[in-house]
T-cell receptor, first 112, second 116 residues
Framework: EDKVVQSPLSLVVHEGDTVTLNCSYE??????LLWYKQEKKAPTFLFML????IEKKSGRLSSILDKKELFSILNITATQTGDSAVYLC????????????FGQGTELSVKP | DAGVIQSPRHEVTEMGQEVTLRCKPI?????LFWYRQTMMRGLELLIY????????DSGMPEDRFSAKMPNASFSTLKIQPSEPRDSAVYFC??????????????FGPGTRLTVT
């Protein structure tokens, strides 16, 4: 059965810390891997990764994909309380109209 | 653009009642997805449509659940009869046509359903 596994499930850090969130996947077919941020409401899109080794960056957030080892990481540097959220990782199947399988999410709490 | 619109935002109903959740996707998006999110099971895909046609309903938990998309701007998810274990947040998401720029899914605000 296809699955996406995230770790850790929850994490508490202090402002200014750097965090690394992990996402591993076992799927029969792969098109891309997506990261979403969910803050008590709808998930909002962060990154889409399709190629290994190419880092995507947006401000203090960055992500990279390793298609050989079947994992991705999401890094957040100099964390702020506004980064507190659940971070979701999802794998997109090819040729299935955008069908995603989501991981359980990592709940990040950033303390002042 | 108003984004994906869902209604109602909150629904409280009694066991056995019919529940209808509504979704208006972003204009021009040709794929629509219904998800259910619970603490225990996370975010699960229930069904998705492409050009108003249901493509994969393997995530629909049982026959009590049904979904329709009569046109490109409207979809419903119906639960009949509802049960307490259906309590969850139901999200609708839409996605642009492949090849037309970025193709991530855009989520609506969700409907929080409580069945007592």
């Amino acid at each position: 059965e296809d699955k996406v596994v995230q770790s850790p499930l929850s994490l508490v850090v202090h402002e200014g810390d750097t965090v690394t969130l992990n996402c591993s996947y076992e799927v029969t077919n792969f098109r891309s891997l997506l990261w979403y941020k969910q803050e008590k409401k709808a998930p909002t899109f962060l990154f889409m990764l399709t190629s290994s080794g190419i880092e995507k960056k947006s401000g203090r957030l960055s992500s990279i994909l390793d298609k050989k080892e079947l994992f991705s990481i999401l890094n957040i540097t100099a964390t702020q309380t506004g980064d507190s959220a659940v971070y979701l990782c999802a794998v997109e199947y090819p040729n299935q109209g955008g069908k995603l399988i989501f991981g359980q999410g990592t709940e990040l709490s950033v303390k002042p | 653009d108003a984004g994906v619109i869902q209604s109602p935002r909150h629904e409280v109903t009694e066991m056995g009642q019919e529940v209808t959740l509504r979704c208006k996707p972003i204009s021009g998006h040709n794929s629509l997805f219904w998800y259910r999110q619970t603490m225990m099971r996370g975010l699960e895909l229930l069904i998705y449509f492409n050009n108003n046609v249901p493509i994969d309903d393997s995530g629909m938990p049982e026959d009590r659940f049904s979904a329709k998309m009569p046109n490109a701007s409207f979809s419903t998810l119906k639960i009949q009869p509802s049960e307490p274990r259906d309590s969850a947040v139901y999200f609708c998401a839409s996605r642009p046509t492949l090849g037309q720029g970025s193709h991530e899914q855009y989520f609506g605000p969700g409907t929080r359903l409580t069945v007592t």
